[in-house]
């Protein structure tokens, strides 16, 4: 199976988004497009390096890779990972958010926007 088919075929409940270095408007665009979506849970925290914040959301229902995909291209998720989540072998999980690099560590998951911007200090 190509690394294309794969991504419209296999299903997931989770929208992850890294941010780097985001302005406040950015986090609160992309934490309220999600919430649109009427997400089961919708979190964030601030990225190990302190400088980028990640976003989840878990969807009530299943949807394919590809949509997600472009939800994440939208959203303005880090283009790395979109590229290396396109090109991953299927038995490699996808979306990784890090918990820690260079011996950091990422902050705590807060579950409403303003704890999120108020822990985000650019």
């Given at each position: 199976?190509?690394n ?56 009530s ?10 939800i ?11 590229i ?39």
């Amino acid at each position: 199976m190509t690394n294309t088919r794969r991504a419209t075929t296999r299903k997931t409940n989770w929208v992850t988004i890294d941010l780097d270095r985001p302005s406040r408007l950015d986090i609160i665009r992309v934490w309220y497009n999600l919430r649109h979506a009427h997400p089961r849970i919708l979190k964030g925290r601030i990225s190990s390096s302190g400088e980028g914040v990640h976003i989840v959301a878990a969807m009530s229902s299943p949807i394919e890779e590809r949509e997600v995909l472009d939800i994440r291209r939208a959203l303005g998720d880090d283009p790395n990972r979109i590229i290396f989540d396109e090109q991953r072998p299927e038995s490699k999980p996808s979306q990784i958010l890090f918990d820690s690099k260079r011996g950091k560590h990422a902050g705590e998951w807060v579950y409403d926007l303003e704890s999120l911007e108020r822990k985000y200090r650019p």
